[in-house]
């Protein structure tokens, strides 16, 4: 255990096999200011959105990052993405520091990195038609130059999602909302990516409309060889898509593991604690099953607890719980949890 510095360590295992060249992320911190005042601001606290995350993906892998509302599972994709700054930490790509580069050194590295976002109704341009989405980025980019071939494109990507490619003449508003999500696939496939964010890419969508996308990502993940960060709260449709899990809490990460590992022998007792709240489809079985239900609320992000950041609701918490920080420890070969009392 560490002197207590108000900063829980973040977990640092690497995969079996990982490749260090893919990404890394090291030490991520995005602490929102919060400020006070109309003319003369002046900042009074700070948001730790995230507060010292630190994970590998390999090449052609899906790492699940669930956990909570609020958690900053959003803001971590958002940090890699470039859409946040972050306070301090490294983002590797391939090597490069996404950190460290301006604007227009970062055109070429977003064709490789895209995001899938939540609501399939509101990241659609209601007053464009499906093909010229499709088709602006690959123009923008100067991906495909000839406008003909550009309209090939855009058809053979409407093909692959599992759409008719005359789809490309309707609107958003003319399509479902699952029909409207495979258009967002196809948008961020358009450039040819190596890297998704997928961001609770399921979550607005219906329960038999959800298992059709998940198979639609995972039958293009093996198609074009894609990597997937994959964000969600449904534990269940990441264990079916997930490689890995990783589990954040207030800003940290507190426990990383093989899909199964996490599944069948959950760690930390937060991620117990998740795993005790999903309901089991069998009504008899379900029934009978006693629920341990989480005591207390989620401390503000702007105060977080001292010590371990979980302490206030851990039925296993001691003294030294509150006092001091605890280190991301390895448990088994690739499963590593942050609790000193496990």
């Not at 855009?154 to 999602?161: A, I, K």
Request: charged content about 20%.
């Amino acid at each position: 255990m560490t002197p207590a510095t108000g900063v829980q360590q973040s977990i640092e295992a690497d995969p079996q096999g990982a490749s260090p060249s893919f990404l890394e992320i090291r030490n991520l911190k995005m602490h929102f200011p919060v400020t006070e005042g109309t003319v003369h601001q002046k900042v009074v606290a700070h948001v730790k959105a995230v507060d010292g995350v630190s994970f590998n993906i390999s090449p052609g892998e899906t790492l699940g990052l669930v956990g909570e509302s609020g958690c900053g599972k959003t803001t971590v994709g958002r940090c890699i993405l470039q859409l946040e700054r972050a306070t301090s930490g490294r983002i590797l790509f391939k090597g490069r520091d996404l950190t460290q580069l301006d604007q227009k050194a970062l055109v070429p590295v977003r064709e490789k990195i895209q995001v899938i976002f939540q609501d399939p109704y509101s990241s659609l341009n209601p007053r464009m038609k499906i093909g010229s989405m499709l088709d602006e980025p690959m123009r923008v980019h100067g991906i495909i130059k000839d406008p003909q071939q550009r309209r090939a494109r855009v058809n053979e990507l409407l093909s692959v999602c599992g759409l008719d490619p005359k789809f490309s003449d309707r609107y958003p508003h003319e399509m479902s909302g699952g029909q409207r999500q495979r258009v967002g696939i196809a948008r961020a496939l358009a450039l040819d990516p190596e890297f998704i964010i997928c961001d609770e890419a399921v979550s607005a969508l219906d329960v038999s409309i959800q298992a059709q996308v998940i198979n639609l990502l995972e039958d293009l993940r093996r198609q074009f060889n894609l990597t997937y960060l994959f964000i969600a709260h449904d534990l269940s449709v990441v264990r079916h898509i997930s490689d890995r899990v990783a589990v954040m809490y207030l800003g940290n990460l507190v426990e990383l593991a093989g899909g199964d590992e996490l599944f069948d022998r959950p760690i930390h007792p937060y991620t117990r604690a998740l795993l005790d709240a999903v309901p089991i489809p069998d009504p008899e079985v379900e029934s009978h099953r006693v629920h341990k239900v989480l005591q207390g609320e989620v401390p503000s992000p702007m105060n977080p607890p001292s010590g371990c950041v979980f302490h206030p609701r851990c039925t296993l918490a001691v003294d030294s719980c509150r006092a001091s920080v605890p280190q991301g420890r390895e448990i088994s070969p690739g499963h590593s949890v942050a609790c000193s009392q496990v």
